[in-house]
Each structure stands twice: as C-alpha cells, then as structure tokens.
C-alpha cells in the first residue's frame, strides 16, 4: 500500500512558549510502514539534535525547551522503500514560539541629588506577540503608572524632583502573552569613590627616628552627580590586622571635577605597611568606598632635617648609580661578602661595628684598572623658591663616614651638583691613600641655593689592595659644630679638604617644610 502523509488539524500552526516541550506531528499511513525523516523546511539549518535530518518511526518529532529560534516551518517526508521505485511523500508543520518581550536596559544605575529631576526609559528590543503589550511601573512593591504601547517601542517614567523618599529600585515590566521582561533602575545619592592619587611628588618624610607621616592624595570621582559631600570618613589599619581606626575629614565647601584633596598621616610606625580606607560622605549618607595601601620607604626628596642613609633597605635609600662611570658601587656586609674576598683591605664590619650591617664599596679586584671610577648618586634633594627677604640660604651639615684601608687606596671624592647645572659639579671634599683598618667621618657645611644631589667617586689605585666603603650619609639642618671640624679627617691623616660652601646669599627651605604639617 503506497504511503500517505497528513497532519492533524490543531497540530499546524502549533503554538507554544519559549522552554516548553513540544511535539510536531505528522500521521503516516501505508504498508509497509515508512520511516519519517524531519527537517526545516524554510532555511537551510542543523535540527534540535545537531543533524540536518532527524528519523522518526511513529512520525512524531519532540524537542525538548523550544526556544525562539525554533520558529519557522518544519518538513515531514518518508524514507525511501527498499527495492520500490516510489516517490517521497511530505507535509509541512508551523511551528510558533512565542517569547517574553527582550528589553533594555536590564539594569541601569542612576546616581543623583535631592531635588533634581531624572527621567527612566525601557525599550523593546523583540516580543512575540508584538500586539497587546503592556507596562507597568513599580517603585518596589508600589504601582506608580501603567499602559499600553500603540505604535511606540518605549516607555518613560519622570520624577521632577527628587526625594529622600525617591531613592530605591524601580522596575519597569513589559508583558505580552509569554510573559514580561523587566528594566530595573536604581536611584540612588550615593556619591562616587574618590580615586587616590599615586604620582605625589615625595608623599613621605620622616619626623621621628620610629615613625613617619604620609601624603595621602585623592580626586573625587563626578563630584557633581550628587549631593555636595560634607566629610570622608577615613579609616586606617596596620597591614594584617583586623582592627580599622576611623575619623572623619571635614570638607568645607563645594568640591571640583579634578581637584586634588590633601590630608596627612602622622604617627605611622616604622616601617610597617598600611591599608586605607576612604568613603564619602553627603546628606544621602556614605558613598563608594576606596582602599589604597601605603608602604614605608626611603623618600624621593629626603626632609634635610634628618636624612640619614645607612644602605640597610633594599633600596639604598634612592642613591643611584651613575651610567657615566667605568664601574658600580656594591652594597655589602661582612657576612654576605665573597669569601674569595682579598685580604688587607677594605671594613670588617660597618660604621657601627655590626657584621650583618650594610655599607657601600668599590671592588678594585681584576678587571678593575688603575684610574677607574665608580659614582653614586644621592637622591634629589628639592628646595623651595628662593625667599626674596632672606639674607643667607638655609646652612645644612653634610656628614658621612669612610673606610680607606690597604696599600693601593686610590681617591674618594665628593661633589655637589645643583638643579639646571648637570655638567658643573662643585667638588665638596676629597681624601686619597691608606688611612688605616678603621672608620672615618666627614663633615661639610653646605649652603644650597637650590635642588641638589650629592656625588661619591670612588677612584681605583695602583693594585688589588684598594677597597674603599661609606656608611651613614646624614644631613642635618643647621651648620656642623665647630669642635667637629675638622678633628676625624686630621685624625686619620686625610688629605682631603672640609669646605664650608656658601654659593648664593638667598635663604631657602625644603619644600616638604614649606607646607604646615
């Protein structure tokens, strides 16, 4: 019996909502039974289970969670008879999936002050049904409006002046007969982060041998978006602790897109790292929080009124090595050095007689050659523009210690290089030769006109036995004392010069003291 194929009255069109389960069904008749093979009808793409055709033995197609692009028009045709010459027959099934309305935004926020006005706008992306949809807008529970679109694709919702009460989540719903599709919105006064600022030009200094204060530098993230910001609460804790310690910085007026908020930290401990914390404040209440840790290292400008270098940290308190020069400087203490290292010269301990501390030195041990240099070079030392009103510039006592031990020392100088004066640079003092297996200390007074850096050049001698090492750079404010000078370096025989340096009669002070702390 030849086959024959039909579809049932209520199977085509056959609607359904989008993640149901459905059946596509087409009724075979004929003997032998024919295999039904299912595929679309109306583009060329793969089936539910990934082939482009699907067999069927009872004629029924079922796909399980039908989605939207599932819609379309769908062919039923026999299989061919083995050994009969009879043509396929088919059938078409439609199948419609209806969906929720696809919208946007699903979820926006927006950040605004009491008293202004803010307008809220969900759009139809897609629906199907595309007629009769219907909105609504709620303020959590509470209806505030509802419609019908016509031939728009949007609906808004205006609140001329905000309120305390305004604040909250809205949502807007719009429903078809799948179902709805929601825009949320959330109002609220919360001001922004603020966004600290990490290019602070030396945000460190030290005040107290145990503990240094902070610099911290931040900008207010579209200050103007909301309420005006009365306060930041600040909260601080040691790195690993649990604890925060908390207060609150005051803001006076109005701030501005861009402008930098200084507040310093005092009585941080050395050198211990720090997490901060700061949330502003408005009349809605806290805003976005912002945390930043601060660590403890030498500053870029050390503060004249206590620099002191012993080479202990990792960072050889910012003292560089000169790319001009044949060779380095190295840091080391008697416990880390080569143990191929060469007899009768150079310290066995550092300035303070410890064998873990750490000095600088030059290594004159092959390839090293007679007349080579080594130069280290201090960090910047910024100054404040000149005082038009001062008589003499602000007098600072330059001190370090030496060790020049062994038979083939060569030269240890020092120069001073001032700001704009790259290629002059003012030699401070100068010592040559053996001056014996023990430490040495240097005093000059030196008068700045402005930013400067201090140069230590070592010079190689004629052999191997030439070492020469520095501990404890120090500049302290005020002229060295006069019992001091020149008593170490005539002690030791130096031939090198104390120079009490004057340049220019203009008072000037570091910029780090220029601002009130």
Known sequence: VPPNLTVPQEKSPLVTREGDTIELQCQVTGKPKPIILWSRADKEVAMPDGAMQTESYDGILRIVNVSREMTGTYRCQTSQYNGFNVKPREALVQLIVQYPPAVEPTFLEIRQGQGRSITMSCRVLRAYPTRVLTYEWRLGSKLLRTGQFDVQDSTEYTISSLSRDSYGIYNCNIIN??????????????????EFYYDTYNPLWQNRPRVYSYSLQWTQMNPDAVDRILAYRLGIRQAGQQRWWEQEITVNGN??????????????????????????????GEGDSTI?????????????????????????????????????????????????????????????????????????SRPRLEGEKARLVSPVFSVAPKNPYGATNTAYCFSFYYHMYGQHIGSLNVYLRLKGQTAIENPLWSSSGNKGQHWNQARVNINPPTSFQLIFEGIRGPGIEGDIAIDDVSIVEGECMKSDQPANNLRSGAVGTLEHIRLIPVTILMSVLSHQR
């Open 255 to 284: 701030i501005q897109k861009g402008e930098l908020i200084t507040y310093n930290l005092t009585e941080l401990i050395k050198p211990e790292a720090y997490e901060v914390r700061l949330t502003p404040i408005t009349r809605f």
């Open 292 to 364: 930043r840790v601060i660590k403890y290292s030498a500053p870029v400008n050390p503060h004249l009124r206590e620099f002191h270098c012993g080479f202990e940290d990792g960072n050889i308190c910012l003292f560089t090595q000169d790319d001009t020069d044949n060779f380095d400087w190295t840091k080391q203490s008697t416990a880390t050095r080569d143990t191929k290292y060469t007899p009768n010269t150079g310290p066995n301990a550092d300035r303070t007689g410890s064998k873990e501390g750490f000095y600088m030195y030059i290594e004159t």
């Open 177 to 194: 007969e799948a179902g709805a599709g929601r825009c949320s919105f959330l109002v609220t006064g919360k001001a922004y982060a603020p």
